[in-house]
């Protein structure tokens, strides 16, 4: 769709028509001036041959996470049968880069993806709004005219695009899953439902790359600019090794849900969040984190995580191992390499309980009501 045509088809919506006509938030600028330089922001491209040769400069970090699909049958499906919203949890910077190559590798074209405006500066501010297809989203701007043009934005490009959004808004800072945002949701249900599907799909690492920066972010309670994070993500991929494991849920048709209707917006959130948390892997390397103590023998922390592994069995979750020693076999070692626990003989201790914590929380969603963890 050109420019100039988008533009039109939204001002023609008539949610932002009536909001021009009402006179509301008037200020020195026209807000006709004001929709359109907020569209001008909000326009991106997707090139889709050089998206893909994107994954040759970008193979350094990309080597070093194994891609990891589960049900992806499911997003082919969709994807044949209509338009579909990719709702996805948020672990890392390498989502934007890991869920659309996994979507790519299995012959699903990769859809523009909602992102963060703090990621659009410098040279990845031009790779994602002219390569791969990133829409810049001021996640805290109160402005209703904002806030209006961004719905009607996404309801025009879902007529011919899909959308890939993280429900969370930002990543995760305390590794837990965060309540959903519905700003996008919302726009999706102002989209043709008839053909229009949710697909739920959770991304999970044995090891986030920049577990140390955002699990001391929690605790700070401000982000750190985005350029000295990358630099500091650079010096923590020395000796990074992970697997990424990217599972898709059941679609989840929009037809049944009233874009008005609040009730039917919050229901449909937390229906899709919920199926998320569900589709989340449950790694060697979350359970060992979840079973620790400050000190303990592998033998007790055999014990523990084999509770917890008939706890989430009984629950239906995403189970990467059957065993407690498969999981310590294969979650310990990692965070040893990694600087988070540290072994003398048959006894290990924590060395860094912040991260610690931050790998225990990736999986507290899935502990039944008064579970001790």
Same mark, same amino acid.
Do not use: W
């Given at each position: 769709?050109?420019?100039? #045509?988008?533009?039109?088809?939204?001002?023609?919506? #008539?949610?932002?028509?009536?909001?021009?006509?009402?006179?509301?938030?008037?200020?020195?600028?026209?807000?006709?001036?004001?929709?359109?330089?907020?569209?001008?922001?909000?326009?991106?491209?997707?090139?889709?041959?050089?998206?893909?040769?994107?994954?040759?400069?970008?193979?350094?970090?990309?080597?070093?996470?194994?891609?990891?699909?589960?049900?992806?049958?499911?997003?082919?499906?969709?994807?044949?049968?209509?338009?579909?919203?990719?709702?996805?949890?948020h672990k890392s910077h390498l989502d934007y880069l890991i869920e659309?190559?996994?979507?790519?590798?299995?012959?699903?074209?990769?859809?523009?993806?909602?992102?963060?405006?703090?990621?659009?500066?410098?040279?990845?501010?031009? +790779?994602?709004?002219?390569?791969?297809?990133?829409?810049?989203?001021?996640?805290?701007?109160?402005?209703?005219?904002?806030?209006?043009?961004?719905?009607?934005?996404?309801?025009?490009?879902?007529?011919?695009?899909?959308?890939?959004?993280?429900?969370?808004?930002?990543?995760?800072?305390?590794?837990?899953?965060?309540?959903?945002?519905?700003? +996008? +949701?919302?726009?999706?249900?102002?989209?043709?439902?008839?053909?229009?599907?949710?697909?739920?799909?959770?991304?999970?690492?044995?090891?986030?790359?920049? #577990?140390?920066?955002?699990?001391?972010?929690?605790?700070?309670?401000?982000?750190?600019?985005?350029?000295?994070?990358?630099?500091?993500?650079?010096?923590?991929?020395?000796?990074?090794?992970?697997?990424?494991?990217?599972?898709?849920?059941?679609?989840?048709?929009?037809?049944?849900?009233?874009?008005?209707?609040?009730?039917?917006?919050?229901? +449909?959130a937390h229906r899709a969040h919920e199926a998320v948390g569900r589709?989340?892997?449950?790694?060697?390397?979350?359970?060992?984190?979840?079973?620790?103590?400050?000190?303990?023998?592998?033998?007790?922390?055999?014990?523990?995580?084999?509770?917890?592994?008939?706890?989430?069995?009984?629950?239906?979750?995403?189970?990467?191992?059957?065993?407690?020693?498969?999981?310590?076999?294969?979650?310990?070692?990692?965070?040893?390499?990694?600087?988070?626990?540290?072994?003398?003989?048959?006894?290990?201790?924590?060395?860094?309980?912040?991260?610690?914590?931050?790998?225990?929380?990736?999986?507290?969603?899935?502990?039944?009501?008064?579970?001790?963890?």
């Open positions: 769709m050109r420019p100039d #045509d988008l533009t039109r088809a939204v001002l023609a919506r #008539d949610d932002v028509a009536r909001y021009l006509r009402s006179g509301h938030g008037e200020s020195d600028a026209d807000p006709r001036q004001r929709v359109e330089s907020y569209l001008e922001e909000l326009r991106t491209t997707q090139r889709y041959r050089f998206y893909r040769a994107l994954q040759h400069p970008l193979y350094p970090i990309l080597r070093k996470v194994r891609r990891i699909a589960e049900h992806v049958d499911i997003a082919v499906e969709a994807t044949r049968r209509g338009r579909v919203v990719f709702v996805s949890n659309p190559l996994v979507l790519d590798d299995n012959g699903v074209r990769p859809p523009l993806v909602a992102a963060g405006i703090n990621l659009f500066g410098g040279a990845l501010g031009l +790779l994602h709004r002219h390569v791969t297809g990133a829409i810049p989203i001021r996640r805290n701007n109160k402005d209703p005219l904002y806030l209006i043009t961004l719905r009607a934005y996404v309801a025009e490009l879902l007529k011919y695009r899909d959308l890939l959004y993280y429900a969370e808004g930002g990543r995760s800072y305390s590794g837990e899953l965060k309540a959903p945002k519905t700003g +996008l +949701l919302q726009a999706a249900l102002h989209a043709d439902r008839s053909e229009l599907s949710i697909v739920p799909m959770a991304i999970a690492y044995d090891l986030v790359l920049e #577990d140390r920066i955002i699990s001391r972010q929690a605790l700070k309670r401000r982000p750190r600019p985005f350029a000295q994070e990358v630099a500091e993500m650079a010096r923590h991929a020395v000796g990074y090794r992970s697997r990424a494991f990217v599972t898709f849920g059941a679609p989840i048709p929009l037809a049944d849900y009233a874009p008005e209707s609040r009730r039917d917006l919050v229901k +449909l589709q989340y892997k449950v790694l060697p390397t979350a359970l060992v984190a979840s079973a620790m103590r400050p000190s303990i023998a592998r033998g007790e922390l055999t014990s523990r995580i084999e509770e917890r592994l008939a706890v989430l069995a009984a629950e239906g979750a995403n189970l990467a191992v059957r065993t407690a020693r498969q999981a310590v076999d294969e979650g310990v070692d990692p965070l040893i390499e990694r600087g988070v626990l540290a072994a003398s003989g048959s006894r290990l201790r924590v060395r860094d309980r912040i991260v610690l914590r931050y790998y225990a929380r990736t999986i507290q969603h899935l502990f039944a009501a008064g579970t001790t963890h």
